[in-house]
């Protein structure tokens, strides 16, 4: 009985590294800058993601990377003319911080524009209207936005559409990053409403 | 047998409040089900539409796009997301729908855009559009808004009930 079920524990532990490995390589992960070309800096851990970086809140402030020392945040990018899972990552994070109570205030959360060219200061004060008050909505010149998805490692790039519109290609997902600035991984908005705040409390306990 | 009963009861008071939500169109062959969005924050300058078409015919049809006094333009849209990143395309050659398909518009997939719309679209209210098919031509609906994040009941099964529920 015993020596089965050191072979059952050992056979879903060799799933689980398998599947965590396949995970990583199969691009879900963020931090990969260019779909399915893994870097090794990616590879050997959080040093990739994270850096510096420097925008312009809806409400007028600047933020750095600096004010951020020692704050937990999560990141991130979207712009408002896509109907669907920009509004919707907003709407669901609202959600999110109102159910985390008190934890929520270690947290900033933040929403940076990869459409600074028609997503203005105006338009994001009305539209951040909708959601937490306490939910950023960052923009740049176009080289604090490359200069903020850098740091992100994140990808995004304007697609031209015909009659002169164009649209965006946004990296998903909302990094986690921890107190000290390291990535500590992703929110996915179809998991578990329990594994995202489980998530989202343990990125609060980081804080300082 | 209480239980029986409160049970049979409940089933019965969904399957009502769900006919009165509800709204259905038929364009010759083409069986569109419920059209519905989601309320927008103020300045959005765009909105998603979404709804279920079945092709009951024995022809392909197409939807191509539509027009709305909602919105400056009304478009036909592809998302995905691929290796982690959103992608949006029109889709300039509208969507088929093959005989006995059913083609589903729905968040984080295919979508109806509504471009530069006149106002925030509001819980609870409606707006009227024109859907243009390849075959069945305009189509007049009605787009029903749904709270942010929300997504109405799935569009209940027509085959088994009786007469088509009235908007």
């Not at chain 1, 986690?176 to 992703?186: N, P, Q, S």
Request: proline fraction near 7%; aromatic fraction near 6%; glycine fraction near 10%.
């Amino acid at each position: 009985m015993k020596a089965l079920k050191i072979i059952r524990i050992t056979a879903w532990g060799a799933v689980a590294i398998v599947g965590g490995v396949l995970l990583a390589f199969s691009g879900i992960l963020p931090g990969v800058e260019k779909p399915g070309a893994l870097t090794s800096s990616t590879v050997t851990g959080v040093a990739a993601i994270g850096g510096p970086f420097e925008l312009t809140t809806h409400g007028g402030e600047t933020l750095t990377d600096e004010d951020l020392e020692g704050k937990p945040y999560l990141v991130f990018f979207g712009f408002t003319h896509c109907p669907d899972i920009c509004p919707t990552t907003l709407f669901e994070l609202s959600g999110l911080l109102a159910d985390l109570g008190p934890d929520a205030d270690k947290i900033k959360p933040l929403f940076i524009t990869v459409d600074p060219e028609r997503d203005t200061q105006e338009l994001l004060a009305s539209y951040m209207t909708s959601f937490d008050t306490r939910i950023l909505a960052l923009r740049g010149t176009k080289e604090q936005t490359d200069q903020a998805a850098k740091a992100f490692a994140a990808y995004y790039e304007k697609v031209p559409l015909e009659g002169g519109n164009y649209t965006m290609d946004h990296t998903a997902g909302v990094y986690l990053m921890d107190a000290e600035g390291e990535f500590m991984g992703t929110l996915d908005l179809h998991e578990p409403r329990e594994t995202q705040l489980r998530k989202l409390r343990r990125l609060a306990d980081t804080a300082a | 047998m209480k239980l029986v009963k409160t049970l049979a009861l409940g089933l019965v008071l969904s399957a009502a409040t769900q006919g009165v939500l509800a709204h259905d169109y038929e364009a010759g062959p083409l069986a569109i089900d419920h059209p519905w969005a989601r309320a927008t924050p103020p300045g959005a300058p765009v909105a998603g539409g979404y709804l279920t078409i079945t092709n009951t015919g024995t022809e392909p049809d197409r939807l191509l796009g539509g027009s709305s006094d909602a919105a400056e333009a009304v478009e036909i849209h592809e998302s995905t997301i691929t290796d982690g990143v959103a992608r949006m395309r029109p889709a300039e050659d509208g969507i088929a729908i093959a005989p006995g398909e059913t083609l589903r518009l729905e968040p984080g997939a295919a979508h109806i855009m509504f471009v530069d719309p006149a106002k925030p679209l509001k819980d609870g209210e409606r707006f009227p559009a024109t859907l243009t098919f390849e075959k069945a031509g305009d189509v007049a609906v009605e787009f029903a808004i749904v709270p942010m994040g929300a997504t109405p009941e799935a569009p209940q099964n027509h085959e088994g009930h009786g007469a088509p529920v009235s908007q």
